[in-house]
T-cell receptor, first 117, second 113 residues
């Protein structure tokens, strides 16, 4: 199993450009999450999904859109990138019920580093 | 004020020492408490999970929760250089399902050989 994979690993954008970050998981997990991690701020939830075809807003959703057309994929879109969106983006997934270490066993991908100039 | 406070460090200790990492929180609804370990340029991985108050031990790691003080701790015994990482505490409330995790900012730990 590859677990949770993210593409791309690193990207540089100019202000106003758009891009899509792809997250894929091969664990048949229902729940998927997008976080951003910034120095001094910790991990903050952007959007999440509780199943194929569903999405919901997290703590910091503005400027981002998501789609979950297939159970194994969760896409994060930036329509018009801003320097404030420079961050490291992590995708995570978890089983609907209990994971091996408890109900909150979220499995994280390796991250995408995004720089917006 | 943040819901979860965590000293960012950095914290440097010699190999073999006991390490104590801590978080405080303000939301009394938190019932599930987790510690994640994050190596440099990697995603976080779940290390310990505790429900409500009490202690939980897993090898060299012990997680402790004191809900009356709104204080959680992670102890690492016989610390190794491979324990060098950033440790994130995380918490969630009582709703089962898709509630979000609230993370601390992380403590960067270095174990000196």
């Amino acid at each position: 199993n590859a677990g949770v994979t993210q593409t791309p690993k690193f990207r540089v954008l100019k202000t106003g450009q758009s891009m899509t970050l792809l997250c894929a998981q091969d664990m048949n997990h229902e729940y998927m999450y997008w976080y951003r991690q910034d120095p001094g701020m910790g991990l903050r939830l952007i959007h999440y999904s509780v199943g194929e075809g569903t999405t919901a807003k997290g703590e910091v959703p503005d400027g981002y859109n998501v789609s979950r057309l297939k159970k194994q994929n969760f896409l994060l879109g930036l329509e018009s990138a801003a320097p404030s969106q420079t961050s490291v983006y992590f995708c995570a997934s978890r089983h609907e019920l209990y994971g091996p270490k408890g109900r909150e066993t979220q499995y994280f991908g390796p991250g995408t580093r995004l720089l917006v100039l | 004020q943040k819901e979860v406070e965590q000293d960012p460090g950095p914290l440097s200790v010699p190999e073999g020492a006991i390490v104590s990492l801590n978080c405080t929180y303000s939301n009394s609804a938190f019932q599930y408490f987790m510690w994640y370990r994050q190596y440099s340029r990697k995603g976080p991985e779940l290390l310990m999970y505790t429900y409500s108050s009490g202690n939980k031990e897993d090898g060299r790691f012990t997680a402790q929760v004191d809900k009356s003080s709104k204080y959680i701790s992670l102890f690492i015994r016989d610390s190794q250089p491979s324990d060098s990482a950033t440790y994130l505490c995380a918490m969630s409330g009582s709703n089962f399902g898709n509630e979000k995790l609230t993370f601390g900012t992380g403590t960067r730990l270095t174990i000196i050989p």
